[in-house]
């Protein structure tokens, strides 16, 4: 039986955030694949210091009027009229 290694944290964390070689995000992929540890691992790696992660996960500004139903005149804020 073939055992592999596992990658570190820091390794899965560089390829969730996608600053991996080609080379060796194939190998990590494959890795991946048939290894449900690092496969749980990777889902709960902090990418809190991912700038658009974080700008993804942020609310857009004026939708907590939409959120409470307070959202006439919206579409002046953000020039619709």
């Given at each position: 039986?073939?055992?592999?290694?596992?990658?570190?944290?820091?390794?899965l964390?560089e390829?969730?955030?996608?600053t991996?070689?080609g080379?060796e995000?194939?190998?990590?992929?494959?890795?991946?694949?048939?290894?449900?540890d690092?496969q749980?691992m990777i889902?709960?790696l902090?990418?809190a210091?991912?700038?658009?992660?974080?700008?993804?996960r942020?609310?857009l500004?004026?939708?907590?009027?939409?959120?409470n139903?307070?959202?006439?005149?919206?579409?002046?804020?953000?020039?619709l009229r």
């Amino acid at each position: 039986m073939v055992t592999t290694l596992c990658p570190s944290r820091e390794t899965l964390l560089e390829y969730s955030l996608g600053t991996l070689s080609g080379d060796e995000r194939d190998a990590l992929d494959s890795h991946l694949e048939g290894c449900p540890d690092c496969q749980a691992m990777i889902m709960t790696l902090d990418d809190a210091n991912d700038t658009l992660i974080g700008r993804l996960r942020a609310p857009l500004r004026g939708c907590e009027k939409i959120a409470n139903g307070s959202h006439k005149g919206l579409d002046k804020n953000i020039g619709l009229r």
